[in-house]
């Protein structure tokens, strides 16, 4: 009667027990060891250099670093910067997320892409393209000059212009993050308001303003840790000011020769990293807290009637989106043709050169070009796989190992990208002591850099797909006989794919026009696109980077489109079956 | 496919979600598990399906141990199928493809189908009437034709247990009764087990040839429909099944005295050994009767439901309130003073079911 069928399972289970837990924790242990050499160890580096004086640990950089009246400077610019900044994208996010998800205005689907291009775009460009809009020479000095003859465009490079540019770029976060607690806010909540007396008015600060509050304040801070973050916008409009923010001090530090420079950044590095990481840590509380909404329907539909007002809130978004987000890129786009940089925009003065320049003349770009493609694709394949499996694990799996895992995962992302590049230079120049083992100065480098911060977006992207999938798919094809590779092929992989390689497509753009790390961690010959456009701008060919740039913003719309494409493809294939 | 649950215990960290469960299921048979929610049948259910292993006891399916604490056969070396909760309809295969799915991949599957999967496909779907709907992706499907598609495809393999998760918990009312008769045509024209779990009472009344009532992770009767329904055997399979009201008194040499009421006496057919311990005796709201005046307890109508062909009344009594239905048109007004009696049919009933002695002993045997 008790004879097991499983007695091969559960014999072979009894005899190999040694072996098959030998295996699993094999397995544990080197993923964790890989995890710590790559995630932990170059932060731990970092902090380690900035405490360690000439034999002991000490704090002598500190101490140096705080009596000097410039690190106050550096701290006070940053505070406003970042403080500006915040202000103006949980603004600009709030009010544009309440307009478009609320209100009655047609075409919500473009305005919702309109509003997503400046974060799309990368911010150095984005700069780029406002200097040039904004030049003494530029299309906004012409039409100021139409009004009267002392009007002059506002200078960008600037505290303020920073702050303008910052803001403009990361509203979308704050946008994004209303939006989503909009929607799931049900209605009956507001109607359950009027009916008990509450006005408009009352309604929005009585009961929808505190009910989406935690997930604006989760926008609103990971918009504060995007600016404190922020390099390309502080070294294109700061740097040539002479105004320094922490992000910027810290690349200054590195660049600059002198004997304790590396010490200086680490220490700089801490503090911005701290500061980072413990905004990470409030953000990851307030979103957790605003999570009891997830479960709640979106609900898409128009709330409030603009009445005879909607032409005009209509006009006025559109002339703003697209002012803000094709204006000045048109602008940048006419710079990179002009002959000299500075002449009058007539006929004569316009050339093809720079990009005759950029493309074929100067190796250097063709090989940052190069190097930034292969990047991209690399990073996004390792990232795609590796990422996928943890997310794999992660939701089918959970435990605290695990949760453990993710967090490290997390940590190169929620570092600001120059002190990631740092930590990856201490930790990759010698790391055993005495031994180099040439990473450092060459592109494997960029790699690890890469594929580490990356890591956690593409987790995040698989997860979510795993998390729409659900388990009963799974399960299903189970009960109907599906074992490993079966059910993998025919049924997991077409379900998740779609959001999968929206992750990876997100990773592999981010990685093509990087620049905060890059910027350290390129030698020559390993540039990439986006260290190429900060050295001619630098280096004050405006018109060749403005060139670049055009062609990066290009290969962007090709790359949306083609996703768009494909998403459409991917729709219908899946209603012809 | 018979099958033999032996003290399956399973726990989630430290909660108990099944203590020691002990059941047998015949060839064939129709059960239905029944409880409300958290009472662990979903839990029973996936331990049968193979996604979860017991943390003590073991299960044997044909007499073959297939979960045990030390190692379980996974899903996809059971001969099962399963109608999931949520349809779980794959959204990139078509109707067809997904009744073929299993046709490709079971292990199962008899030599007899193998040799004609698109022949069986199509039987499969006139047995569901969607024979039209074949090339139809999951989303252009409404509810009703989406759970048929989930138990074509549970069934086209001709899999010999067929596991059934709460599956017209998604369905309006209507659609629900239709789907009942569906399940029921199946379960005639296939002749597999089947386990069925539901909260619906009246779902496991009507279709199970035997009904499991849990509670609380562990199993508080089994039994026929009729048997679960009017022997109960505890106090909550009464009140959660029969919607029985407790009603307190003491029993005196096999009969009842309402609220230690000694002038009034009911006289019961067989209760439970259970509740004539306890001095209770469960009555529901159909053998009641209510009358202007008479030789019983005296209440007062608190509340009258119309509710087509009965009416609910709720009746104070001393200090509890009891539900009676009373066939409509019902005379008796909110507040006013009315006389609970046994209905007379009780009589009928008892010399009815003289012999149901023996069910009671060979259910608490089960």
Redesign the interface.
């Known amino acids: 009667?008790?004879?097991?069928?499983?007695p091969k399972?559960?014999e072979k289970?009894?005899n190999q027990p040694p072996f098959l837990a030998v295996y699993q924790k094999m397995f544990v242990v080197i993923a964790a060891a890989l995890l710590v050499l790559f995630f932990i160890f170059p932060i731990l580096r970092l902090v380690i250099l900035s405490v360690s004086g000439e034999s002991e640990v000490d704090l002598r950089h500190y101490q140096d670093i705080l009596a000097e009246p410039q690190t106050w400077t550096v701290l006070q610019n940053t505070v406003v910067m970042v403080a500006g900044s915040t202000f103006l994208a949980v603004a600009l996010g709030v009010f544009m997320a309440w307009l478009i998800t609320y209100s009655d205005v047609r075409a919500k689907r473009f305005l919702h892409v309109l509003v997503l291009l400046p974060f799309v775009i990368p911010s150095y460009i984005v700069s780029l393209s406002w200097t040039q809009l904004m030049s003494s020479n530029g299309w906004f000095a012409s039409v100021l000059t139409l009004l009267s003859e002392n009007l002059e465009p506002w200078n960008l490079y600037s505290l303020g212009g920073m702050i303008f540019i910052l803001g403009l770029s990361h509203y979308p976060l704050v946008y994004l993050f209303t939006v989503g607690v909009l929607k799931r806010i049900p209605r009956e909540l507001e109607w359950a308001a009027r009916s008990s007396g509450a006005g408009r008015i009352a309604v929005f600060w009585k009961v929808t303003m505190p009910i989406a509050l935690p997930g604006i304040a989760g926008g609103g801070l990971l918009a504060f840790l995007a600016n404190l973050d922020n390099f390309g916008i502080p070294a294109f409009l700061g740097i040539p000011a002479n105004i320094s923010v922490l992000s910027t001090a810290i690349y200054q530090e590195v660049v600059s020769v002198h004997a304790d420079a590396f010490s200086r950044a680490a220490v700089l590095s801490v503090v911005l990293g701290g500061v980072a990481v413990l905004g990470t840590v409030v953000q990851w509380l307030l979103v957790r807290k605003s999570k009891q909404l997830e479960t709640a329907r979106e609900d898409r539909s128009p709330r409030f009637s603009l009445g005879k007002f909607r032409i005009w809130a209509e006009s006025g978004l559109w002339t703003f989106l697209l002012f803000i987000g094709i204006v000045p890129l048109s602008a940048m786009t006419t710079t990179s043709f002009l002959r000299t940089y500075g002449l009058e925009w007539t006929w004569d003065n316009l050339t093809w050169d720079h990009y005759w320049y950029v493309l074929y003349e100067n190796t250097n770009v063709q090989s940052a070009l190069e190097n930034s493609l292969l990047l991209a694709c690399v990073t996004t394949v390792v990232v795609l796989i590796i990422g996928t499996i943890v997310a794999y694990i992660r939701i089918n799996k959970p435990s605290p190992l695990n949760r453990a895992a993710e967090t490290i995962i997390t940590v190169p992302y929620a570092l600001p990208g120059v002190v990631l590049a740092l930590a990856m230079i201490f930790a990759w120049m010698e790391p055993i002591p005495g031994w180099n083992p040439g990473i450092y100065g060459s592109i494997w480098i960029l790699f690890i850099a890469y594929s580490t911060r990356f890591m956690i977006l593409q987790v995040r992207g698989s997860a979510a797909a795993f998390m729409q999938v659900?388990a009963?798919?799974e399960?299903?094809?189970?009960?109907?006989?599906?074992?490993g590779s079966?059910k993998w092929i025919?049924?997991m992989v077409?379900?998740i794919l779609p959001g999968m390689l929206t992750g990876a497509f997100f990773v592999f753009l981010t990685s093509l026009t990087e620049l905060t790390v890059s910027s350290l961690l390129w030698s020559a010959g390993h540039e990439t696109i986006g260290v190429m456009i900060f050295n001619f701008e630098q280096a004050g060919y405006t018109t060749h980077s403005a060139a670049l740039s055009s062609i990066v913003v290009m290969i962007f719309l090709a790359g949306f489109v083609f996703m768009m494409c494909g998403q459409t493809i991917w729709k219908k294939r899946?209603?012809k079956? | 496919m018979n099958i033999q649950l032996s003290g399956v215990t399973k726990e989630f960290g430290k909660t108990a979600a099944l203590s020691s469960v002990d059941a047998n299921v015949k060839d064939g048979e129709f059960i239905a598990i029944l409880g409300p929610s958290g009472c662990g049948k979903t839990t029973l259910l996936r331990l049968l399906?193979?996604?979860e292993s017991p943390t003590e006891g073991y299960i044997?399916m044909d007499?073959?141990?297939?979960a045990?604490p030390?190692?379980?056969?996974?899903?996809?070396k059971r001969n099962?199928?399963?109608v999931?909760?949520?349809f779980?309809l794959?959204?990139?295969?078509?109707v067809q493809?997904q009744i073929r799915?299993?046709l490709?991949?079971?292990?199962f599957v008899p030599s007899s189908i193998k040799k004609r999967k698109e022949a069986r496909t199509q039987e499969v779907l006139e047995l569901v009437n969607l024979t039209n709907m074949a090339?139809r992706?999951p989303h252009?499907l409404s509810g009703g034709q989406k759970q048929r598609v989930a138990l074509a495809?549970a069934v086209a393999?001709q899999p010999s247990l067929l596991?059934m998760d709460e599956p017209l918990s998604s369905l309006d009312a209507e659609l629900r009764m239709e789907m009942r008769h569906e399940i029921q045509r199946i379960h005639r024209h296939t002749q597999t087990t089947v386990i069925y779990v539901t909260h619906d009472q009246s779902e496991a009344l009507a279709m199970a040839d035997r009904i499991i009532v849990m509670k609380d992770g562990a199993v508080e009767q089994i039994g026929s429909p009729e048997t679960i329904y009017r022997f109960p055997q505890t106090e909550f399979v009464a009140s959660f099944v029969g919607k029985a009201n407790l009603v307190p008194g003491f029993w005196k040499k096999g009969v009842f005295h309402p609220n230690g009421n000694d002038m009034v006496a009911w006289e019961k057919r067989e209760v439970a050994p259970y509740f004539m311990k306890r001095g209770v005796m469960p009555v529901r709201p159909e053998e009641f009767c209510l009358k202007k005046a008479g030789n019983g307890l005296t209440g007062r109508v608190e509340n009258v439901q119309f509710q087509g062909r009965d009416v609910q009344y709720t009746i104070l009594v001393g200090k509890d309130c009891w539900t009676v239905y009373h066939p409509a048109p019902g005379e008796f007004r909110i507040g006013e003073q009315v006389v609970v009696e046994l209905a007379k049919e009780q009589s009928a009933l008892r010399t009815h079911t003289e012999g149901h002695d023996n069910i009671i002993s060979s259910t608490s045997s089960i």
């Open positions: 009667m008790n004879e097991p069928i499983i399972q559960h289970r009894r659900g009963s798919m399960e299903a094809a189970h009960v109907f006989g599906a074992r079966v025919k049924i077409p379900l899946g209603r079956g | 399906a193979g996604f044997e007499d073959k141990q297939v045990a030390y190692g379980v056969i996974p899903p996809e099962i199928g399963m999931f909760q949520s779980a794959w959204p990139h295969l078509t493809e799915f299993p490709l991949h079971h292990k090339e992706m252009e495809r393999a596991l």
